[in-house]
């Protein structure tokens, strides 16, 4: 294998305004080699050089005579992508053309002589460098702590707001901070209680003090399990043709809530979820978290088809899913991609794919036809169940046979031949007074003995039963994976044994495994893979997943995709910087959201200030906090907690708000009740792929099955008529009418509550006319409707 | 309504001019919009309020060229189950012959549920029709008169053999869940004529909804507006939500929306940054307008007496499937981009699809009956409206069946049969009257020029004005498409 570095690609290249102050050198892995990556290097690179002009190394450029070192206006290079007569530039072909900055940093690096590092080799992808460590001391990437930051958080982001010209914006109101807190940790608004009290706390750690006491909630857990479970495509349904339910899949949600409520390492989490099954300590919760593996929808016809060739198909496509699954939600690359030829943009070849689907070739969701729940049992326990299992055999074939010998009894009025005299005496039934003055007393003993059989069934059965259940499939021992050229499965190639990604360079990819290792063992030491320090994608990717839910986007602004297509880091140090406390801290998701919320940049107020938009649109920089829409399960979470409806009830099976009908396929009737057992959290909710809510589609909850890192926003007449007619939300509001009317009876005091409680202040002089008079002409319900309708109820700010 | 708001630019001034004058179409960028605040307020210059999406990546990597299109609305009329074509379009003479006999000489038979039987010739006499003198069964006398007006392809190919699958694939070029379908594609890269109506609108089929339900017409992981609505058959309004419920005070209802809106613009106007809150006070004022505009649309009352003899409506045993065929020409006529007719619902017993397992002849019989007249009825009825030229109209099964039977029961059914299939386009930009590819002797694989779902879905976007390649959505890591990386528009079907 060729000695090759790769290149750090720290970009300062940020949504094609890349400038570089006059006065700093230009580093080639820093700023150029994002340029060619990002423009240049899907049509030349090594393999597939367009003009044969591969751009991997700096070889090429220089023997084309491309670029003249020291001359720039003599290098082709930059004719090539300078624009000339408000014409398109002639390169890139396709995409983008270069910024006037990039051509100056391009233009710059000529004149500097055109240095490209001897083991410099293109594309390399930012997110496989090494996680960087950060020295908070360094000018170039932080600024001096100031009265205004926090954080380091804050030196970074203040750092680039500073380069451009920019200020952040002012803190925001303690109303709103707590307001916008509490969905954010929690899914749900604050009371008027909490807002007061927060408002009127004058100690200096108030703030510290309120993160730390949503932290503790286990209110935490339903929030942020579901953004997890967007990722892993949690089914509670098959998909597929029959879209059977799953009534056994709501474990796996109750452990991911458990597991960010008890702040797990996000590290074991991970490892859990691989090998949990496997993997020592094997615990009932370690081995719910493999649910995920199976999570995905199931094709139930195909594995019931004669047909091998469908059978091979599906499975295939099994893998798939799930390799898309891990790849993209944990490692944050399109792993998939690779299935059929070498990834077109990042460096991942066909070979790794079918490396990784060694790992998980011993995964199967179901053995025979159906897709079942199981007992979760861990290795001591199997060995008692398989020892009761027995007993139960055993203790209902005494029962079988006792009651044979009973029902021969009753037919012929003959005792059959016992082991054990019977006694004598006792009460007889009319017909067996027939019979010989022993059967009575026959009958009266067997029965004696079919009782105690009974029991005995029982007994063993209860003790059966007493395991959880989970829908966590089955594990085989596979034959050797191949490879199967261009993805056909009928054109099988090599076999591979299970590895990493090769493009990881910081470890081993090979596993020290052959293709004949034991399905276990893949999985354990893939799962250490995963998850080891050195690793750089897992720790970047939640750090960054986590930064996307508390800002609505990330640092990298796609989530689930760290390759050449997805998106670059706004700021590659305090990426690097988070994900390295992160491990530091033991992986804790807790430390890491206390660090973002205490921060002075996640405390900055909505204020919108034009110089900075027309800079930077996006708010990438963030030069204040981006107002957000409540989403599907928080706009019905927020209405059941200010109507007060809300069930306290955390955990356990889904609640299922519809009949079912089956014709092949399962059909979910929707019905809309009051009860409170529908009244629980969205998230318990069974998660269907058809049978959907539609209040909750119109709001973009996303299908089960589709990998969601990131919800829609959308604002449309279906998502207006939903929240206008839909039963709940009527009822909603007529709960609350009802509840402010409990409280007060002063109309204007109502208002006021009813502001507390679904906006989070105070109503001004307009809003309680306003208010008033819609009391006064309509109702108070109508009222609650109005302000559940309202777009200060469904923004945060 | 359509066509009245001609102040929508300049988000949007391709739909604004659509309606003046088709000829400036071949310079109109392809519809991917973003989302342009209007600070004065006034709501008819805001952007389609229901455009908005926060993704800005979506945007950026839209085309921005594209060509004219020959249809500017598409019906699509989907059989489930698996239609046989040797018993409807794909005459074969061969397997009289051989009637009875194994299939040899063809490699392994690999069929779903591994029972094949002989070869059976068609269950329906086959003639001759139309100027075109192309093949059509017993089966469909009305759709028979259509032929001249039809494209045949009988050369498909897809890759399951399995309905749900198959079925995905048709509607959305995959195999599996969770991608958008073909209707989802087109809203968002069409968007829409009419705003007051759903974009892409599903009929299912008066017996039942289909295996996999909603997960044949869902937006995938594009954004929720593309979703196909399905409009319902009963009496509770064609769509969730539409009507204001009737325990609601009409009075009461007044005030509230006044005070709503009144909040809203409010806040708007203390937030002009924030597109999002001018998009929702457009939102509700289209909402309360779809209210009228959609009951309007399906509405048959105002159809003559012929027009209804035409389509069946009244024909106690194919009146369901008649509305919708109506139906469908009503919304297209209202701008509504994409219609989807379900002619058959799920796979279970009795039988309401095609899947004629046990007894194609039956089987087939009462499923195209359903099929016949409505659909040929709708073909007529666009015609002599003009509106055949500029609509295109597909029909397709998700496979075919197997030219021999399934050696089980009663030995009369056939299997599923990924293959090789038939399927058929009408309408806009397309030379009618004509056959491409065919299937071999026996219809068991293609003989010439065989035509996958990809090619099927490319030629339907390209008469759509769309080229295939260039219609992308950026989703974890990739510039999805509705053909993924393969597909070639048929063009010799192309007019």
Redesign the interface.
């Known amino acids: 294998m060729p000695k090759t570095t790769t290149v750090c690609l720290l970009a300062s290249v940020l949504f094609g305004r890349a400038s570089i102050a006059a006065d700093r050198d230009i580093d080639f892995t820093r700023d150029v080699a994002p340029i060619f990556e990002k423009h240049c290097l899907l049509c030349h690179k090594a393999g597939h050089a367009e003009g044969d002009l591969s751009l991997a190394t700096g070889d090429g450029l220089r023997e084309a005579g491309y670029v003249v070192p020291g001359d720039p206006e003599g290098s082709h290079l930059i004719a090539l992508v300078t624009p000339s007569d408000g014409q398109r530039p002639e390169m890139p072909k396709t995409g983008?053309p270069l910024t006037d900055a990039q051509v100056e940093v391009l233009r710059r690096w000529i004149q500097d002589g055109a240095e490209w590092p001897d083991d410099a080799l293109l594309p390399a992808l930012w997110s496989l460098a090494p996680i960087t460590p950060i020295d908070l001391n360094r000018p170039e990437d932080v600024e001096e702590p100031s009265h205004w930051s926090r954080q380091p958080i804050d030196r970074f982001v203040l750092k680039r707001l500073r380069d451009q010209g920019l200020k952040p914006a002012p803190t925001a109101l303690r109303r709103e901070l707590i307001r916008r807190l509490k969905y954010d940790l929690l899914g749900l608004p604050p009371t008027p209680e909490e807002i007061a009290a927060f408002v009127n706390d004058r100690r200096d750690d108030a703030w510290e003090r309120l993160v730390d006491r949503f932290l503790a909630s286990p209110h935490l857990g339903e929030r942020w399990a579901q953004h997890w479970l967007d990722v892993v495509?949690f089914s509670e349904s098959n998909?597929?043709?029959?879209?059977a339910p799953r009534p056994h899949a709501w474990p796996y949600r109750d452990y991911v809530i458990r597991s960010f409520n008890e702040d797990k390492p996000y590290d074991q989490f991970v490892r859990e979820q691989i090998a949990g099954d496997v993997l020592a300590p094997i615990t009932h919760d370690s081995m719910i978290a493999t649910s995920m593996l199976v999570n995905g929808?199931f094709?139930h016809?195909?594995a019931v088809?004669?047909?091998?060739?469908?059978q091979l198909?599906?499975r295939e496509?099994m893998l798939e899913?799930l390799l898309?699954t891990i790849g993209?939600s944990i490692l944050g690359?399109?792993v998939n991609?690779a299935r059929c030829h070498d990834h077109k943009f990042d460096p991942i070849p066909q070979e790794d794919y079918y490396r990784i689907k060694a790992v998980f070739e011993g995964v199967l969701q179901a053995d025979s036809s159906a897709f079942r729940a199981q007992p979760v049992l861990t290795p001591d326990e199997a060995t008692q169940w398989n020892r009761d299992q027995e007993a139960l055999k055993a203790a209902e074939a005494v029962l079988a046979k006792l009651r044979e010998q009973r029902a021969a009894l009753d037919d012929t009025g003959t005792p059959p031949p016992s082991d054990t005299p019977l006694p004598s005496g006792k009460e007889t039934t009319p017909r067996q007074q027939e019979g010989t003055g022993t059967d009575a007393v026959a009958i009266q003993q067997l029965d004696g003995r079919i009782a105690d059989a009974e029991q005995q069934v029982a007994v063993v059965r209860q003790r059966l039963d007493s395991f959880p259940k989970a829908l966590i499939g089955i594990r085989k021992q596979p034959a050797p994976t191949v490879l199967f050229e261009r993805g056909d499965i009928r054109a099988p190639g090599q076999p591979v044994s299970a590895a990493g990604l090769s493009a990881v360079k910081q470890l081993p990819s090979q596993l020290g495994i052959d293709q004949h290792a034991e399905e276990a063992e893949r999985r354990r030491r893939f799962a250490h893979w995963v998850t080891e320090p050195r690793n750089p994608l897992t720790a970047r990717v939640i750090v960054n997943r986590v930064w996307h839910h508390h800002f609505g986007v990330g640092i990298v602004?796609?989530p689930?995709?760290f390759?050449a297509?997805?998106?670059r880091p706004s700021h590659p140090e305090l990426l690097d910087w988070l994900a390295a406390r992160f491990i530091a801290d033991g992986w804790s998701l807790k430390e890491l959201h206390r660090r973002i919320l205490t921060s002075a940049t996640w405390r900055q107020s909505s204020q919108?200030n034009?110089r900075a938009?027309s800079v930077d649109a996006?708010n990438r920089l963030l030069w204040r906090f981006t107002?957000r829409?409540l989403d599907a399960e928080t706009v019905r979470d927020a209405m059941l907690f200010a109507s007060g409806e809300l069930s306290p009830q955390l955990g356990g099976s889904s609640f299922q708000p519809f009949t079912t009908t089956?014709?092949?396929?399962t059909?979910y009737h929707l019905f809309d009740k009051g009860d409170s057992e529908f009244n629980r959290r969205t998230i318990y909710r069974m998660h269907l792929?058809?049978?959907?809510d539609?209040?909750l589609?119109?709001?973009?909850c996303?299908?089960p099955?589709?990998?969601?890192?990131?919800r829609?926003?959308?604002?449309?007449?279906?998502?207006?008529?939903?929240l206008?007619?839909?039963?709940f939300v009527?009822r909603q509001a007529e709960k609350l009418a009802t509840r402010l009317e409990q409280n007060k009876s002063d109309p204007n005091q109502q208002i006021g509550e009813l502001w507390q409680r679904t906006l989070g202040h105070e109503p001004d002089p307009?809003?309680l006319a306003?208010?008033a008079?819609?009391i006064c002409?309509?109702?108070l319900?109508?009222?609650c409707?109005?302000l559940f309708?309202?777009?200060?109820f469904?923004?945060i700010r | 309504m359509r066509g009245t708001d001609h102040q929508r630019q300049p988000y949007d001034e391709a739909t604004a001019m659509r309606d003046d004058d088709a000829t400036t179409i071949s310079q109109t960028p392809l519809l991917r919009r973003h989302f342009l605040g209007d600070a004065a307020l006034g709501t008819s210059a805001i952007a389609l309020a229901w455009l908005l999406e926060r993704d800005a990546r979506a945007d950026t990597q839209q085309p921005v060229a594209h060509f004219a299109p020959q249809a500017k609305r598409l019906i699509h009329i989907f059989s489930p189950g698996g239609v046989s074509q040797v018993d409807t379009f794909d005459y074969k003479p061969e397997l009289e012959r051989l009637d009875g006999q194994p299939l040899t000489g063809k490699g392994d038979i690999d069929t779903f549920f591994g029972r094949p039987g002989n070869l059976r010739k068609s269950y329906y006499r086959f003639a001759r029709h139309g100027q075109s003198g192309q093949w059509v069964s017993k089966l469909f006398p009305h759709l028979a008169k259509c032929v001249d007006d039809l494209t045949f392809i009988k050369s498909m190919v897809t890759k399951s053999s399995s309905h749900t699958p198959a079925c995905f694939q048709m509607n959305t070029g995959f195999t599996m869940n969770g991608f958008p379908s073909l209707g989802a594609w087109l809203s968002y890269g069409l968007g829409t004529e009419n705003e007051e109506l759903p974009t892409f609108v599903v009929l299912p089929d008066p017996r039942g909804l289909p295996n996999g339900g909603s997960n044949n017409w869902s937006q995938g992981f594009l954004p929720a507006q593309h979703q196909g609505v399905a409009f319902r058959t009963g009496g509770n309004g064609p769509i969730a939500h539409l009507k204001t419920p009737a325990s609601v005070d009409v009075s009461h209802r007044r005030i509230g929306v006044a005070a709503l809106l009144a909040m809203n613009r409010d806040v708007a106007t203390a937030h002009p940054d924030e597109d999002a809150l001018l998009a929702r006070v457009r939102a509700y004022e289209l909402s309360a307008r779809m209210q009228a505009s959609i009951p309007e649309a399906v509405e048959l009352d105002d159809e003559t007496a012929e027009t209804r003899r035409l389509y069946g409506v009244d024909h106690p045993a194919i009146g369901g499937s008649a509305r919708n065929f109506l139906l469908a020409r009503r919304l297209v006529e209202r701008g509504v981009r994409f219609v989807q007719i379900f002619n058959g619902g799920a796979l279970g017993s009795p039988r309401i699809n095609w899947d004629a397992h046990e007894d194609v002849r039956r089987n087939h019989d009462n499923q195209g009956i359903q099929l016949d007249q409505p659909c040929a009825a709708l073909l007529t009825d666009l015609k002599r409206r003009g509106l055949l030229e500029d609509t295109l109209v597909v029909w397709s099964s998700e496979f075919g069946r197997t030219p021999f039977t399934e050696a089980k029961g009663s030995g009369l059914g056939r299997d599923h049969h990924p293959d090789v299939f038939t399927t058929w386009m009408a309408g806009a930009g397309l030379k009618p009257g004509i056959s491409y590819g065919e299937s071999d002797e026996v219809a068991y694989k293609p003989a010439v020029n065989p035509v996958t779902v990809y090619d099927f879905h490319a030629t339907i976007l390209h008469l759509l004005g769309i080229d295939h390649e260039r219609l992308t959505y950026y989703h974890n890591g990739i510039a999805r498409r509705l053909t993924n990386v393969h597909g070639h528009v048929i063009q010799d079907i192309l007019a």
Do not use: Y
């Open positions: 983008t495509r998909g597929f043709e029959d879209d929808p094709d016809a195909a088809s004669a047909s091998k060739t469908e198909r599906a496509v899913e898309t993209q690359l399109t991609c602004e796609t689930s995709d390759g297509n997805g998106g919108f034009a938009a996006d107002p829409r089956t014709f092949n396929t059909f792929n058809t049978g959907r539609p209040l589609d119109a709001l973009d996303p299908a099955s589709v990998l969601t890192p990131h829609r926003q959308t604002i449309t007449p279906l998502q207006a008529l939903g206008m007619n839909d039963t009527l307009d809003d306003r208010a008079d819609v002409h309509a109702d319900q109508t009222l409707w109005v309708n309202s777009s200060e469904l923004q």
